[in-house]
């Protein structure tokens, strides 16, 4: 394998070494925290200690005697102000919230804003905030989501009456109650996908100054979306869209966290605007754990049905999610980004799904990684095997029974959607070809025949996905309000390099590269020739940024439109120059030729001069040399794949192992099959994550206890296995590229392998739950119940 | 205020600071050197690992004024002038970074880590930089870097 390539073709499916890494291994990079302009004013906020209070008093006037400091703001210097917005309504009846830049006369979670202070240095405004002196009238905080909708139960917000944000029954097709009706076997759970919380390794970081040539505002942010965010703040602050420049440097991760507009993005706008000066604000971690958006956060009510025989008839699904204190960026859509995925991979006749949306006095929740789908898929995927429990079947032939067939495809699901290709045949078996079943399945019998004390358990998930959001018409249907095309320019200049101007906005997924692989192909440029340039709406002036695995599945899209138009235009002046029609032209690896005279050739370098020298072009064709398309997606996409995962318990101290683990998954045509297996190891690392050691656990007061990294748990080294991970490929027909999307895959899959496997290890000692994560603390509770005569 | 003096990647630097100032904004906000970057309060997350006189520490769990006389290395002082510490190769030859902003300190860890155990397991990996954390790559590409550049360094 090579870093560069000598020929200029066949450069989409080779595992090239990332142009990005030369200067994030030697440290010459550019992260936000890094920028620091002359005569920045630093901000740090004072944050609320309580979950819900009244604001009585506030006293800042030894704050701002203090040294260093510039100013200190409270609500009072800002009535009104909004510091997020939510772009999808998702219900007409929807109760809106107000989410203030700085709280003006109540807190409503542990972390809102009571005050900021604007010091000459980052130390000296922290300093500050000890001065500052707050008065509270405590009043009970809405903390448990089923409490919350009880009758009688404290308001997050008193002027709306209800902490109900929003029900939003759908109805899909079929009619559930008479599938019910005539199945044999009806299987009811309650899940708990419990809050995550991202925990991207660079905290949320923003720099906005004036930068005094216009009325511009430039925003350095640590965002994944500066295009979104741009159209956002210019309509909460009422700075003209034009006047402001967002800009994403280098960004250490995002995985939905930083999908966002913050109240400190708002605010070091306006305050950039209103002092003259750069204002900059970085997050501790302490800040980022409670203040970054939360993610998951649902109870979730399934209910299967069945025939005897395992044919399965259709799903119930009604969900309880947590909005938090406050709806920002999509929360409300996003436990409705996975109504789709209810049924799976499966056939089935009908579904019925409900969603309810419920404030408490938390932060607030939004998209993370997978957004709406690792809940869905978690839930289907842990009641097929319960149903394979019930039924006495082995939960791969529940599984093979009942899905959609190679050859049934495109394929029209419960709730809609055409699946347009899908092999889960061919995964599957190369997913057991890898993870040795049948010696597992021997090993695990030989435990429980012993009464090993560390039981071994299968897991599986064989799921699919929707990536590539989104067809723009689909998402005006579901009340979002805005479209999911994708732009790219593609310039050839004078010296012919080339420069590609991409709308997807990337935080470690290696665009770059990848960009650069699609681009070469197309257009005949060598990969190391061609400059991706992205992240900044003054250098990129149009696009939707990077979420919910779009920017291939969409981007790239743009990419091969934006190539085959520089290409057209390219063959006209060849063909001029050549005194030849465009049609006996051929074009091939960056060489236009004469057919049939192969030594009559021009180079479409060659090309890209002469369309700066303007000297000899064809008339009616311009100078300068590009092309540039936006492109609408015609459908989603649908990765898919195999998981499997042997778990072991120790059924006398409740801990888990993760002994092995096989991934082979379908994402269709890849690109850069070594980017694509590091988003799957990520992924796992993620779903693994949520399934075996995260969760956000708040105390009946909406203190949030696992404030700090060592109480949240994101996976260490030590903590993970290697793993095994591999791919079938069925392109998908939808897209010109026969690519599907990987970021969020692992993340979506390995939830409910693990904690099937974790349940198939100690099924038969009467368990068939066990809450995430699945600590010793929670295994041993699940042991301790079924001991006592009841299951979980 | 108190004066210190140091060598940080090979050149000499000295200053007057705050007793309180941590060692990784003394790096950053002082002498300009933000290839080390900050990644948690807590001295959990490992990204601001740094050598001091050729041992790791996590630079935002250290004063500036405990390493007057030190030799401190960054991510910025490990290639020559010509040429990528081994390990700074592996990472990138075996895909060992996304995001990268874990890396600066996860090779800091690991070239730390080669020097006490040239021909590590990868259990001994595992545990050797479980004190830095990643959250894009779940490790299995880390592990194989160091795995790499330890067989680069030894000649195998």
């Keep these: ?42 901000m740090a906020f004072l944050r609320s200690s309580i979950a819900h209070a009244k604001i009585t008093h506030i006293d800042t006037s030894a704050a701002k005697a203090a040294e260093g400091v510039v100013h200190v703001y409270t609500g009072a210097d800002f009535p009104g102000q909004p510091g997020s917005t939510c772009v999808w309504p998702v219900t007409d009846d929807i109760v809106l919230s107000h989410y203030p830049v700085i709280c003006e006369d109540e807190v409503k979670y542990v972390g809102d804003v009571v005050a900021v202070v604007i010091a000459t240095e980052k130390y000296l405004a922290t300093d500050a905030l000890d001065l500052i002196d707050v008065d509270y009238e405590v009043l009970p905080a809405v903390v448990d989501m089923e409490a919350a909708l009880a009758e009688g139960s404290p308001l997050v917000h008193s002027d709306k009456g209800t902490n109900h944000c929003y029900t939003a029954p759908v109805p899909f097709g079929g009619n559930y ?36 040539m216009t009325d511009e505002i430039t925003l350095w942010t640590a965002t994944q979306v500066p295009h979104v965010l741009r159209v956002l703040l210019a309509l909460l602050t009422g700075i003209p869209e034009n006047n402001l420049r967002v800009v994403a440097p280098d960004v250490g991760g995002g995985f939905g966290g930083k999908l966002q507009i913050y109240r400190e993005e708002v605010l070091a706008v306006l305050l950039a605007k209103k002092l003259g000066r ?38 119930q699904v009604h969900l309880l999610a947590d909005m938090g204190a406050y709806l920002q960026i999509i929360t409300p859509g996003t436990p409705l980004l996975g109504m789709f995925m209810y049924s799976g991979i499966y056939k089935m006749e009908a579904l019925d799904f409900k969603c309810t949306g419920v404030y408490t006095n938390k932060t607030p929740t939004d998209a993370y990684r997978g957004a709406g789908r690792p809940e869905a898929t978690f839930a289907v995927e842990r009641i097929v095997d319960e149903l394979a429990a019930e039924l006495g079947m082995d939960p791969m032939e529940l599984r093979k029974k009942n899905w959609i067939k190679h050859e049934e495809f495109p394929y029209t699901t419960v709730e809609g959607l055409t699946y347009d290709t899908g092999n889960y045949e061919a995964a599957t078996a190369r997913a057991l070809e890898l993870f040795g079943m049948e010696e597992l399945r021997a090993e695990q019998a ?6 090993d004390p560390v039981q071994l358990g299968i897991g599986i998930s064989t799921f699919t996905e929707m990536c590539g959001l989104a067809p723009s018409r689909t998402l005006g249907a579901l009340k979002y309000v805005a479209g999911g095309w994708e732009h790219c320019t593609i310039r050839a200049l004078p010296t012919g390099k080339i420069e590609l101007v991409t709308g997807t906005s990337p935080h470690g997924q290696g665009h770059a590269t990848a960009w650069s692989q699609i681009a070469s192909d197309i257009i005949g440029v060598p990969v190391e020739d061609i400059e991706v340039i992205y992240g900044d709406t003054g250098r990129s002036p149009y696009g939707m940024d990077t979420y919910g695995s779009r920017s291939l599945a969409v981007g790239g899209q743009a990419i091969k439109a934006a190539g085959e138009r520089l290409v057209e235009k390219a063959r006209i002046i060849a063909a001029h120059q050549l005194e030849v029609s465009p049609d006996d032209i051929e074009f091939n690896a960056g060489t236009y030729s004469v057919k049939g005279d192969p030594e009559k050739a021009t180079t479409i370098q060659a090309i890209a001069f002469e369309a700066f020298t303007a000297h000899n072009l064809p008339d009616g064709v311009e100078p300068t040399l590009s092309g540039e398309a936006t492109v ?19 059924t006398e101290t409740g801990k888990v192992k993760l002994r092995k683990y096989v991934a082979v998954d379908d994402c269709g045509v890849q690109i850069n099959p070594m980017i694509v297996e590091g988003q799957v190891h990520g992924g796992l690392a993620q779903g693994i994550g949520q399934a075996m050691y995260e969760g956000a656990e708040y105390d009946s007061n909406g203190n949030l206890l696992t404030a700090s990294m060592g109480d949240y748990l994101i996976p260490s080294s030590a903590d993970l296995p290697s793993f095994i991970t591999d791919r079938t490929v069925t392109p998908s027909s939808t897209h010109p590229l026969g690519t599907k999307g990987i970021g969020e895959a692992g993340a979506i899959a390995s939830t409910p392998a693990i904690v099937n496997g974790v349940v198939d290890a100690i099924r038969h000692l009467g368990v068939n739950d066990v809450l995430m994560p699945t600590s010793p603390q929670n295994v041993y509770r699940a042991l301790q119940a079924a001991n006592k005569g009841g299951a979980a | ?58 630079s935002c769990n250290v004063l500036a004024v405990q390493i007057d006389g030190a030799e401190v290395t960054t991510i910025q002082g490990l290639a020559s002038e010509d040429e990528w510490h081994p390990v700074q190769k592996a990472f990138k030859e075996c895909h060992g970074l996304q995001c990268g902003f874990c890396t600066p300190g996860m090779i800091m860890a690991s070239v730390d880590l080669l020097t006490e155990n040239p021909n590590p397991t990868e259990e001994e990996i595992r545990d050797g930089l479980h004190g830095n954390l990643c959250r894009c790559t779940g490790y299995h590409n880390i592990v194989k870097a160091v795995s790499h550049a330890a067989a680069e360094m030894s000649g195998s």
């Excluded at chain 1, 009811?188 to 949320?204: D, G, H, K, S, Y």
């Design chain 2, 1 to 58: 205020m108190t004066h210190i003096s140091a060598t940080v990647d090979g050149t000499h630097r000295q200053g007057e600071v705050e007793p309180r100032l941590l060692l990784v904004h003394w790096l950053r906000e002082n002498l300009g050197l933000v290839g080390t970057p900050i990644g948690c309060d807590t001295s959990n997350c490992g990204a601001c690992t740094v050598l001091v006189n050729g041992k790791s520490v996590k």
């Design chain 1, 446 to 451: 030989v435990r429980r025949a012993s009464g």
């Design chain 1, 177 to 212: 109650a008479e599938v019910k009706a005539k199945a044999d076997v009806v299987v009811t759970r309650r899940f708990i996908n419990q809050r995550l919380i991202p925990t991207t390794m660079e905290p949320r970081a923003v720099v906005a100054a004036p930068m005094g």
């Design chain 1, 632 to 650: 609408d997606p015609m459908d989603f996409s649908y990765p898919h794949g195999t998981h499997l995962a042997a778990m072991e318990v120790d």
């Design chain 1, 278 to 315: 750069p204002i900059k604000w970085t997050e501790t971690r302490s800040e980022s754990i409670l203040t970054m958006h939360h993610g998951r956060d649902q109870i979730q009510d399934i209910e299967i049905a069945a025939t005897s025989d395992g044919q399965i008839l259709g799903m």
């Design chain 1, 1 to 42: 394998m090579t870093d560069t390539l000598n020929e200029t073709m066949g450069a989409i499916g080779r595992p090239l070494r990332r142009k990005e890494d030369a200067r994030l291994v030697t440290g010459n990079t550019n992260w936000t925290d890094n920028i620091q302009l002359p005569g920045t004013l630093h």
